[in-house]
């Protein structure tokens, strides 16, 4: 018998009811070289994560607001502040899994959307400028190393922080430098050379006084099977996960010490197809949970912890999640 604390993957938090906030919008600016274009729209209480959510669960913030270059993320994130409010910086939200009583902060959304060709085989990215695009473009244009990123429905920043990879490639392999700003409301870029990347992770995951990441700068060699390789990779990608549905990608990082990877351990335990209210381990990919009927963020957390515990009760692996969890209180 599993019991409900085996099935918990992240810290308690109360239950309550559903949260419900001021819905008054107020403004702010601050002095910079684009005045007029740093002025903020915040909206109280309205905005639900759901809506900013690949897994399309989640609750309302206490205050969302859009920022579309790093002075008005900067805005932001000095009004957070001076307010003593927790932040969070969100892109696609591809991986991703809010609460359903929502955020008690300031949810920011990423639109740094933009793409600079500074030489050939060199590309500034805005943080939030679409990876998959990304990955389309420069294939297209005959280079190599961001070939997997076709099939990555998240953000440039998302995927540096992640290191985010597929079919042998990792994004790390390809970034040349990233621009962030810190807490304290700092501008860095950070060399190649001083960045230490592993598999799904990044130095950015365990930074203190990271705030966001704002562009990365990526350096990719020439190669006449690019776009070729990118179509095969897509085409597995069709057969083997279950695109179109309700996803974060993969749940759980493949495990180290092991022949097996966590889509095959899960299968090997029979979780294939498992539903908890809502949610379900995908029929197609193990690894892949999808929410199919109205899945509650109850439901994924049950499910997720299901599926750590049985992997452990047979093989001793412990699955580590590879989305973030955030929930009223996260920081």
């Known amino acids: 018998m599993i019991s409900s604390e085996t099935l918990t993957l992240f810290p308690k938090i109360p239950i309550c009811s559903r949260a419900r906030f001021p819905t008054n ?23 639900r994560l759901s809506d900013l959510s690949t897994w399309g669960i989640g609750g309302p913030c206490k205050l969302f607001v859009q920022v579309f270059d790093q002075y008005q993320l900067l805005t932001a994130i000095r009004y957070c502040n001076e ?65 997997f990123a076709g099939g990555i429905p998240g953000t440039v920043g998302g995927a540096v922080y992640m290191n985010a990879g597929a079919n042998g490639q990792e994004t790390s392999e390809a ?39 704002t562009a990365v700068t990526f350096r990719l060699d020439v ?16 057969l ?22 966590a889509a095959q351990l899960i299968d090997k335990v029979g979780l294939k197809g498992c539903k908890v209210g809502g949610a379900m381990i995908s ?8 929410n199919f009927e109205n899945a509650t963020s109850r439901d994924m957390l049950v499910l997720i912890g299901l599926a750590k515990e049985a992997v452990f009760q047979k093989f001793g692996v412990e699955l580590r999640a590879e989305i973030l969890y955030i929930h009223p209180h996260y920081r």
């Open 83 to 147: 307010q003593s409010m927790r932040y969070v910086v969100v892109g696609k939200g591809s991986n991703c899994l809010f609460d359903d009583l929502g955020f008690d902060g300031c949810v920011i959304l990423n639109c740094i959307v933009f793409l600079e060709k500074i030489e050939s085989g060199l590309y500034r990215a805005g943080s939030g400028y679409p990876v998959n695009r990304l990955g389309f473009q420069t294939a297209s244009e005959g280079f190599t190393g961001l070939e």
């Open 223 to 238: 190669s006449q099977s690019s776009r070729k390789n990118q179509q095969e990779y897509l085409e597995r990608r069709k």
């Open 175 to 213: 970034v040349e430098c990233v621009e962030l700003i810190t807490t304290k409301g700092e501008y860095q870029t950070l060399e190649k050379e001083n960045l230490s990347f592993g598999y799904r992770s990044s130095p950015f995951q365990g930074m203190n006084d990271l705030a966001a990441i």
């Open 25 to 47: 919008p107020i403004s702010c600016s601050f002095n910079s070289p684009n005045r007029t274009q740093n002025r903020l729209h915040f909206i109280h209480g309205e905005k």
């Open 240 to 261: 083997t996960q279950p695109v179109g549905e309700r996803s974060a990608g993969s749940v759980f990082r493949n495990p180290r010490g092991t022949e097996f990877s």
């Open 283 to 290: 029929n197609k990919h193990a690894n892949f949970f999808v």
